[in-house]
T-cell receptor
Framework: DAKTTQPTSMDCAEGRAANLPCNHS???????VYWYRQIHSQGPQYIIH???NNETNEMASLIITEDRKSSTLILPHATLRDTAVYYC??????????FGKGTLLTVNP | DGGITQSPKYLFRKEGQNVTLSCEQN?????MYWYRQDPGQGLRLIYY???????QKGDIAEGYSVSREKKESFPLTVTSAQKNPTAFYLC????????????FGPGTRLLVL
């Protein structure tokens, strides 16, 4: 699976959009981009995934660049409860997820 | 409610003891997974099972054992051979073609005394 690079930490003001970047320059054509988040001392939670097109669900939007070498997870109106570690994962088809260290997003009041 | 339960929330082990962590799911998922998380680190895969009575080693299986006798249960035994067992253990399950959309339990924190 391709390697991902994420910033170690980011801050966001409550009510503003949080934009979390992820670089995956070695991604292959059949690899998906997945996002999970982990609130402190809890199990990770699936957020969204995509292959080529931008995706949106009730939690977030995922923007994938045309060359697929990077993506951005967007939380449109961040709340204090969105403070968590966010993991960007590139996945192929071996049923195994590889979690890096992720980005600690801190939403400030 | 459907979901994954793990017990206990905290577990203390004396050196040289084996301990078993419980993981139960009522989501009717075929696949189940065990991960280990150390402070400030991401998750690492210990074992996974795609179907009942079958399981495979993950990236850090040494010192651990599992069984999958029932679809809803996937217990993990931390043996005395695991030299540094203190960690946060997470169980997950998945289903269908998108088994990478995994649902996680609340975790068990294991401490060695």
């Amino acid at each position: 699976d391709a390697k991902t690079t994420q910033p170690t930490s980011m801050d966001c003001a409550e009510g503003r959009a949080a934009n979390l970047p992820c670089n995956h320059s070695t991604i292959s054509g059949n690899e998906y981009v997945y996002w999970y988040r982990q609130i402190h001392s809890q199990g990770p939670q699936y957020i969204i995934h995509g292959l080529k097109n931008n995706e949106t669900n009730e939690m977030a939007s995922l923007i994938i660049t045309e060359d697929r070498k990077s993506s951005t997870l967007i939380l449109p109106h961040a709340t204090l409860r969105d403070t968590a570690v966010y993991y960007c994962i590139v996945y192929r088809s071996n049923y195994k997820l590889t979690f890096g260290k992720g980005t600690l997003l801190t939403v400030n009041p | 409610d459907g979901g994954i339960t793990q017990s206990p929330k905290y577990l203390f082990r004396k050196e040289g003891q084996n301990v078993t962590l419980s993981c139960e799911q009522n989501l009717n998922h075929d696949a189940m997974y065990w991960y280990r998380q150390d402070p400030g680190q991401g998750l690492r895969l210990i074992y996974y099972s795609q179907i009942v009575n079958d399981f495979q080693k993950g990236d850090i299986a040494e010192g651990y054992s599992v069984s999958r006798e029932k679809k809803e249960s996937f217990p993990l035994t931390v043996t005395s051979a695991q030299k540094n067992p203190t960690a946060f253990y997470l169980c997950a399950s998945g289903q269908g073609r998108r088994r990478e959309t995994q649902y996680f339990g609340p975790g068990t924190r294991l401490l060695v005394l």
